[in-house]
């Protein structure tokens, strides 16, 4: 079995071929689900593509083979740390100009659980509209920036930045919602990258 369909068995998807019996046993939200997994469900069901990584070594690992499925050959990236990692991938990066990227690697502010979205300012964004950004976007977050909802995201929001507001904060979806009275985000090929909280002996 390949690397990207163990992966995404993790988030419910069994491999290429699903059906639409498979895809509701697979991403119903059950009881005792826990916010990780409402998120890697729902964003499943909207057609987007969630992968967990436990240790660094699975990140590369993925990044690799998630880029190599989407014949993304040219990343557009502005985050250092994120930089990096691409680099330890050995893949190539742009960080001025994206017209000729083929998707757009970032971190976000929050991912909203019960409605598979990607919460971004323009701490990621920079000056750029994400409209015009590339279609395929791939997330790299943290199991601490799961919230249940928009309300709790922009919360957050405010309590981290205080009195110094980013001044873009939109969402992005990668299909429209069910819930009818939602504002909508702007709709982009999702890719959600799910790493531990963690730090290694001797990190401050």
Same mark, same amino acid.
């Given at each position: ?28 939200i ?19 593509n ?28 502005? @985050?250092?740390?994120?930089? #990096?990692?691409?680099? !330890?991938? +050995? ?5 001025? %100009? /994206? ?33 015009n ?30 009195d110094?507001?980013?001044s ?5 979806t990668?299909?429209?919602?069910? @819930?009818?009275?939602?504002? #909508?985000?702007?709709? !982009?090929? +999702? ?5 531990? %909280? /963690? ?6």
């Amino acid at each position: 079995m390949s690397l990207l369909n163990k992966l995404k068995i993790v988030a419910g998807m069994k491999g290429e071929k699903r059906d639409e019996e498979n895809e509701y046993t697979h991403c119903k939200i059950l009881k005792g689900d826990s916010i990780d997994v409402v998120f890697a469900k729902t964003l499943v069901h909207n057609d987007g593509n969630f992968f967990y990584c436990d240790k660094k070594e699975d990140l590369i690992k993925t990044i690799q083979a998630l880029t190599k499925k989407l014949n993304a050959n040219l990343i557009y990236c502005t @985050e250092p740390i994120l930089q #990096e990692l691409l680099s !330890k991938s +050995l893949i190539n990066y742009e960080n001025d %100009d /994206y017209l000729n990227c083929d998707a757009f690697l970032s971190s976000c502010e929050y991912l909203i659980a019960h409605h598979g979205k990607i919460m971004l300012s323009s701490k990621q964004l920079g000056p750029n509209n994400i409209k015009n950004l590339p279609q395929e976007h791939i997330i790299v977050a943290y199991t601490s920036q799961i919230v249940k909802n928009l309300n709790e995201g922009m919360s957050g929001i405010n309590t981290k930045y205080v009195d110094n507001l980013p001044s873009t904060i939109t969402t992005i979806t990668s299909n429209q919602p069910v @819930e009818k009275n939602i504002v #909508e985000g702007n709709i !982009k090929n +999702l890719s959600v990258l799910l790493i531990e %909280d /963690y730090r290694e002996k001797g990190e401050k």
